[in-house]
């Protein structure tokens, strides 16, 4: 307790060096949060994408004429037909499911009420072994109700209160775009950071006439993922349905044309990185971009921090010379004043961390909604997703490293200062 005491002391000794210090440090920390946030969002599994680290994503395919060579390719979704044959039949997996490329915004009422705007995706019954969501009524659609095409729909507890005004809703019968669809489930709401899973309602795709949309058997409007059996590496995967890919190119050979492949299908960081079908994304690049950012967020605040901890320690430079003459070595010095500056940083960095939550949770649908991605309601954001405990982790190491970098050099060279001279002033 002597210790923090001290350490206030000597902030309120020197108050505009302080502040501008802790205010720096705050600034650096969180501007370094809101990268690594915006990342982790992107990565790290959360409900109902909590298999992050087990799914691959074949969000569109890429095919070129024989004849005009593979300069000349289509990119986009595929037909029902090609995403079977590319992976339905992977023995790695645990779950396959093929669902339309794109959520579709549209209007959900009951007969003889207004209608409501939502997010309406259209998948078959895999979709709910792929993510888990939690059902708080009912069940999703099944697999023998998607195959003979009856119209079955799974809602959000948010759409059932605004439809209903109550959850509880099984076996109701609501409208989707101007559809009668009966309700088989409701689930809990779902994030719009959870890019795949996210949607207001799910309704067979089989009941839709955009998922039978093809041009030569082969593309269509078509999306895969895939969820990979527990234990087993997405490499392996991978490997896996490199040999279906291959297969399949052999066998619609004869037709003039064949699949690029782009080493899809792609893990969760890669799917983040890159949202178009024309290139493979560049996952190195990335990470690289962000490596350099982040250190130029660390490096020019404690370039200017050094300073202004130079400054401080020269004022007290009597201080330290007390205590050189009464026996503290060098590096007790170092280890004293690099333990008082992280105290406080770590302060600092709480102060930065929260901001960045803030700033987060304020300008969510400005930070999180990808550009090519157009939703019916504004983006949904929970604190639990923003905050993991790798996110505290992020925080003590960047608090860490500031410490050193911008105290290091002035508490060495503090503690090397001339016994006598120091005590001189």
């Known amino acids: 307790m002597k210790f923090i005491t001290n350490i206030w002391n000597n902030l309120k000794e020197q108050p505009v060096l302080s502040g501008v210090s802790v205010t720096g440090t705050a600034l650096a920390i969180f501007l370094i949060m809101v990268v690594v946030m915006l990342y982790e969002v992107k990565v790290v599994p959360f409900a109902p994408e909590s298999n992050r680290e087990r799914l691959l994503y074949a969000d569109y395919g890429s095919i070129y004429s024989i004849k005009d060579g593979p300069d000349w ?59 888990n969501y939690s059902f708080i009524h009912g069940v999703p659609f099944s697999e023998s109700d998607f195959e003979s095409g009856i119209k079955k729909a799974v809602i959000t507890e948010g759409l059932a209160r605004k439809l209903f ?62 969820l990979a059996k527990e234990g087993v590496e997405l490499a392996e995967v991978q490997e896996e349905c490199g040999r279906l890919f291959d297969k399949y190119n052999d066998e619609i050979e004869p037709t003039g044309w064949k699949f690029i492949r782009r080493d899809r299908p792609y893990d969760q960081e890669t799917e983040a990185v890159g949202p178009w079908a024309n290139e493979k994304p560049d ?25 202004m901890t130079h400054s401080r320690l020269r004022q007290r430079r009597a201080e330290i010379g007390v205590k050189r003459a009464f026996g503290a070595t060098r590096m007790s010095i170092v280890r004293d ?3 008082e500056n992280m105290i406080v940083t770590l302060a600092a960095g709480v102060i930065g961390f929260l901001l960045s939550v803030a700033f987060a949770y304020l300008f969510s649908a400005e930070l999180f909604t990808r550009s090519n991605l157009i939703l019916a309601n504004e983006p949904k954001i929970e604190m639990s997703i923003l905050i993991h405990m790798s996110t505290f982790v992020w925080v003590l190491l960047f608090c860490f490293l500031l410490n050193v970098l911008s105290t290091g050099i002035p508490a060495w060279q503090a503690a090397r200062v001339n016994v006598v001279n120091a005590i001189k002033g």
């Open 73 to 131: 390719n289509s990119n986009g979704g595929q037909s029902e037909a090609s995403l079977k044959k590319l992976y339905k039949g992977l023995e790695s997996a645990e779950a396959v499911s093929i669902y339309l490329a794109w959520l579709e915004s549209a209007p959900a009422s009951l007969p003889g009420q207004p209608s409501v705007s939502v997010d309406m995706r259209a998948c078959d019954a895999d979709f709910f072994k792929a993510f």
């Open 337 to 339: 004043i690099l333990t």
């Open 165 to 226: 005004g109550r959850t509880d809703v099984v076996g109701e019968e609501i409208r989707l775009s101007r559809v009668p669809y009966v309700v088989s489930g409701v689930v809990k709401n779902v994030s719009t950071l959870a890019t795949k899973a996210y949607a207001d309602a799910w309704i067979p795709y089989s009941t839709t006439a955009q998922a039978k949309q093809v041009w030569n058997t082969h593309m269509g409007s078509l999306s895969a993922v895939i």
């Open 283 to 307: 996952v190195g690049a990335d990470r690289r971009e962000r490596i350099t950012l982040l250190m130029i967020l660390l490096l020019v605040p404690a370039i200017n921090l050094s300073s």
